[in-house]
């Protein structure tokens, strides 16, 4: 149920791939007056997903064989102007009473994940502390040593090394090894995505060897 969405049309995106982006549309949904909408899409793999209306979007993850209720915070759509650049954050939560819900697991890993960005991020760029990476990644394979989904698992592993590259960037062929080679190209997960298009970045112009 979403307030103050009533007569705006939301839609469901992803993306063809996270190297060009370029948006696909999977479903589209004319918010009732009640604020209810139902978006429906078929899936093989978990992918990311983006909830857009015109001035507020949100993303979060679907799986295969689930179906999801979310509940927003109440959204204010009068006076707004279409936003050139990025929208209003849609807030909401996910009904269920999965322990283990994927989008759960991501949103509390991610803010632990940013907290440490903020609190370290001088002895991380600065002083190329790597020891603390080791200690956070501890931290977190504690935190969520019981968890099996190989999503998740992927995701945390590649946020971590994209904090590796930005940090230890001058030891890319010990990454490559650890990270990349020998093992499957995750073409539609996000966090794999961005570490691949951070490490490969102006690969073909900045005369690697």
């Known amino acids: 149920m979403l307030h103050g969405g009533s007569g705006n049309e939301i839609r469901l995106i992803t993306y063809t791939d996270y190297i060009s982006n370029t948006e696909i549309l999977l479903d589209r949904f004319m918010i009732d007056s009640a604020g209810n909408f139902s978006l429906h899409t078929q899936l093989t793999e978990t992918i990311s997903v983006v909830l857009d209306l015109d001035y507020y979007s949100t993303t979060f993850y679907l799986e295969p ?7 927003f915070d109440t ?20 009904i269920s009473e999965e322990s283990e819900e994927l989008n759960r697991l991501i949103f509390d890993f991610s803010d632990r994940y940013y907290n440490f960005l903020l609190e370290n991020f001088q002895s991380l760029y600065n002083r190329r502390d790597k020891s603390l990476i080791d200690t ?10 019981g968890i099996q989904n190989n999503y998740f698992k992927s995701f945390i592993e590649y946020k971590i090394a994209t904090i590796e590259l930005s940090v ?41 060897k």
Do not use: C, W
Not at 65 to 71: A, P
Not at 136 to 145: A, L, R, V
Not at 179 to 202: C, R, T, V, W
């Open 75 to 94: 959204i204010f759509t009068a006076d707004q102007y279409r936003p050139f650049y990025e929208k209003e954050p849609l807030v909401f939560r996910i």
């Open 65 to 71: 064989g689930k179906n999801y209720l979310l509940e």
């Open 168 to 208: 230890t960037g001058t030891i890319k062929p010990k990454l490559f090894r650890k990270y990349i080679q020998g093992k499957p190209i995750l073409y539609s997960h996000p966090a794999y995505m961005e570490f691949f298009n951070q490490f490969f970045d102006h690969y073909l112009t900045a005369g690697n």
């Open 136 to 145: 956070f990644k501890s931290e977190i394979e504690q935190q969520f040593s």
